[in-house]
């Protein structure tokens, strides 16, 4: 078996890994790090998803790097220019060449007596599979939380006898021709809201039929105020001006909606009320029962999926599966809608550190019986990190405090002599989930992912501001057992009022 070291491996080359990459050889080019991508490209999610219409569902300013300007108008913008900024970032920055492509890895086992991760990758597969063997100080998981494998689809009476397609978004077919065909897209939220208007473009009709309705945010396009900021002010500086822009609007919201619910609703239902005029309807299928931002918020840009269905093209329906016919779906109410495909768009499967096995010194470790440290560490294991980014704002912006957060981490075990570092609890603490999201996907992995406690460190805080201060000027040493090398571990320091 062949062995390689490096001294920081970095799991994943999507948007979180090569962001990860850029603040590493960055702020510490004496290091050598290595990304491990299982696919064979750039580009983790938006390589993934091929779905028509997928875009982002955050605005590009917060989405993009900080380190690299977003050059497009568009500020929600589609999946293949996502897809492409992500690659010329790679290039740009040199970053490809430390991507080595088709290896997934599979477990990750630490050993206090080398203070070293020894890592198993699986290159290849069927019967011509082979395995490598990577060791590196510091493992950097930036794979994202949901499977690549496959999504989810529940238990949907009579779908065995559906004389047509099924399709998941997840694995969209190539050879999926929609021409003048009827689809039923089963689902309500982000992908199904992205998939509706985009499928009507190509398709005789589409429904979006829902079991209740998600909250939408109808949004522009486009960033009147970005668009002003850069005809007069010199690229990154715009840049860097709208993304404060966002993050301070956004987390504003976001604030909003969890202190007043009750206003967040009626603002939310005014906007859409602007294309949708008939209480009735906007009562029946764009009123959910939960509050704001107990699920995420579903964007809607340029009204895209209220222009489909004012044109005829698409329809909302609100009502629960019977079952599936052969030609289509029959409600509860009794309604059937014909349909010739039909589009599971019903979410995804979460996974945690990317399905790899790790233990600590031959013990397994269950990540889902960890709580999170920083936002990005567990604890009791050493010298790894894992990539989360916010579910109340773009996943780019916690993904860079992360990566920055771990190259001062590393700065200070050079600094100290450190061999491993691990987050330590003094005492039990009150756990409770990890994503604050009472959405279906969320729910069904409440048990698989890590826990948080409630406050921080140990806290899962949603406020890029709070999180940028404390990336910035927290203490790496609280609650850090710390080994130097050739030392004995530091006991875990009385917990105090350090940020």
């Excluded at 495909?341 to 010194?361: H, M, N």
Aim: aromatic content about 8%; overall charge neutral; some cysteine.
């Amino acid at each position: 078996m062949n062995t390689h070291h490096v001294d920081v491996l970095i799991v994943g080359a999507g948007l979180s890994g090569v962001g990860a990459a850029y603040r590493l050889q960055t702020q510490h080019p004496e290091r050598t790090y290595a990304i491990l991508e299982a696919r064979d490209a750039v580009g983790g999610t938006w390589d993934l998803f091929r779905y028509p219409g997928i875009r982002s569902d955050s605005d590009m300013f917060t989405l993009g790097y900080p380190f690299r300007p977003w050059k497009s108008p568009k500020a929600i913008a589609d999946g293949g220019s996502i897809l492409s900024y992500v690659r010329e970032t790679a290039v740009e920055f040199g970053i490809d060449g430390h991507i080595r492509f088709g290896r997934r890895v599979t477990a990750a086992a630490w050993s206090s007596a080398d203070a070293r991760w020894a890592v198993e990758v699986g290159v290849g597969g069927g019967d011509r599979a082979e395995t490598e063997r990577y060791t590196c100080d510091f493992l950097y998981l930036c794979s994202g939380y949901y499977s690549y494998e496959g999504g989810h689809t529940p238990d949907i009476p009579g779908l065995g006898s559906f004389a047509g397609r099924v399709v998941h978004p997840q694995q969209w077919p190539d050879d999926l021709d929609l021409t003048d065909r009827n689809v039923v897209v089963i689902g309500s939220g982000a992908t199904a809201v992205t998939l509706v208007p985009a499928l009507a473009e190509q398709c005789a009709h589409v429904t979006m039929l829902q079991r209740s309705p998600s909250w939408l945010a109808v949004l522009p396009g486009t960033d009147t105020v970005a668009d002003a900021l850069r005809r007069f002010l010199p690229e990154r500086l715009a840049h860097a001006a709208a993304r404060w822009k966002n993050v301070l609007v956004t987390l504003g919201f976001y604030k909003m909606c969890r202190r007043a619910p009750a206003l967040a609703k009626r603002l939310l239902r005014a906007g859409i009320a602007r294309h949708v005029p008939d209480p009735a309807v906007l009562d029946a299928d764009f009123t959910p029962r939960y509050d704001p931002w107990d699920q995420r918020l579903c964007v809607v840009p340029d009204a895209d999926l209220f222009r489909a269905v004012r044109a005829g093209r698409a329809s909302v329906v609100t009502d629960r599966i019977a079952t599936v016919t052969e030609h289509g779906i029959r409600l509860e109410s009794g309604r059937d809608l014909a349909a010739d495909v039909l589009i599971t768009a019903t979410g995804l499967e979460l996974v945690v550190c990317g399905g790899i096995r790790l233990s600590v010194d031959d013990t397994e470790v269950d990540p889902g019986e960890t709580v999170v440290y920083r936002g990005c560490m567990l604890s009791g294991i050493p010298n790894l990190a894992m990539c989360i980014g916010y579910t109340n704002a773009s996943w780019t912006l916690r993904a860079d405090l992360t990566s920055r957060y771990v190259c001062r981490l590393l700065a200070h075990m050079d600094a100290h002599g450190i061999v491993s570092a691990v987050p330590q609890l003094d005492g039990p603490v009150e756990s409770r989930p990890l994503l604050g999201l009472t959405s279906g996907y969320v729910q069904r992995a409440v048990d698989v992912l890590p826990k948080q406690g409630p406050r921080a460190p140990w806290a899962m805080r949603q406020n890029y501001v709070l999180d940028l201060i404390s990336t910035r000027f927290g203490d790496v040493t609280r609650d850090m057992v710390l080994t130097p090398r050739g030392g004995s571990p530091t006991p875990v320091p009385e917990p105090g009022p350090r940020p």
